[in-house]
């Protein structure tokens, strides 16, 4: 079965190299109909001779590719993982919603609490997470209490840099290190390090080493950070529920005040990462285990 995707290269691309890994029945063929005319052209061309197209972006307003995709009658499969999830109960919510590919597709979501936020919008949806890891372990004691964090450069406080903010005026000694953005434009600490855009082995490597990782968004998917963190034993404070998580509410005081309780919790245990949250990720968490349960999601949508 010929599969046409197209959506955001961003988690497209990659996730049509594992498909054609791990389904093995199926040939997946990814268009960049976002950005590109000549994708476009091409997607329109392959479209009356595939079986079924996935769009890897929820789309509640109007596509041009996808209107092909209704006129020809194709099986369309709608993966939901975040930002448009958020435009899509938006639009509902404002009359603005388009609902016509909404209607004839069938739904996958990456997050469990997409269901709940979507339930006005879509009748019925799946939950198939498709983010991985790749490795699991660490065995560096921590030489200090360190929080991680990432902020989006010019999104910060979606990402909860005033509730950091907070924490790092409230308790100095406390050194925080902030991936993703340069810090321009932020209150500067002296106990608060802005690193910027760094490579993914980095990334893990700064993981490996802070004892706490926090992520604090405004709205969010099902992120690849958290499951890194849970990874390296890291403990997470999340702004939502999720296995071996600490949900706190996006507020300064929240924040600090479990900060302090997982840090005395650290050191109770020998400035030790948390076993349970590597058993975790090892067993849920890695790619066979997530790709298997994500094409057997997938397939269930495809042969309907």
């Known amino acids: 079965m010929l599969v046409l995707v197209n959506g955001l290269p961003f988690f497209s691309k990659r996730i049509v190299a594992d498909l054609n890994t791990f389904d093995s029945q199926n040939k997946y063929v990814f268009f960049n109909t976002y950005y590109s005319r000549w994708e476009q052209i091409k997607f329109l061309i392959c479209l009356p001779f595939c079986s079924a197209v996935i769009s890897f972006n929820g789309v509640s307003d109007n596509s041009n590719s996808l209107n092909w995709v209704l006129r020809l009658k194709k099986t369309l499969v709608m993966q939901w993982h975040g930002t448009d999830v958020s435009l899509a109960v938006g639009r509902e919510k404002s009359n603005q919603l388009n609902r016509k590919y909404i209607n004839h597709a069938k739904h996958l979501a990456s997050a469990p609490w997409f269901a709940k936020e979507l339930e006005n919008v879509v009748s019925h949806v799946l939950y198939a997470p498709f983010g991985y890891i790749e490795q699991v372990g660490n065995t560096e004691d921590y030489h200090q209490i360190e929080v ?55 990334v893990i490597d700064r993981m490996k080493k802070a004892a706490i990782f926090v992520r604090m968004t405004e709205h969010d998917g099902k992120a690849i950070s958290v499951s890194q963190a849970l990874s390296v034993g890291s403990e997470v404070i999340w702004s939502y529920a999720y296995d071996c998580c600490h949900q706190v509410a996006r507020d300064g005081n929240s924040l600090l005040d479990k900060i302090v309780e997982l840090s005395l919790l650290i050191e109770k245990r020998g400035m030790k990462p948390n076993k349970e949250n590597m058993s975790f990720a090892q067993q849920h968490l890695l790619k066979d285990k997530v790709m298997t349960n994500y094409v057997s999601k997938l397939k269930r949508h495809l042969n309907e």
């Open 148 to 202: 991680l964090t990432y902020l989006g450069e010019g999104n910060e406080r979606f990402y909860g840099w005033e509730e950091l903010r907070h924490v790092a005026k409230e308790i100095p000694a406390l050194k925080i290190t902030v991936i993703g953005s340069r810090g321009d434009g932020l209150e500067q600490f002296s106990n608060v390090s802005f690193l910027g855009w760094i490579a993914e082995e980095e």
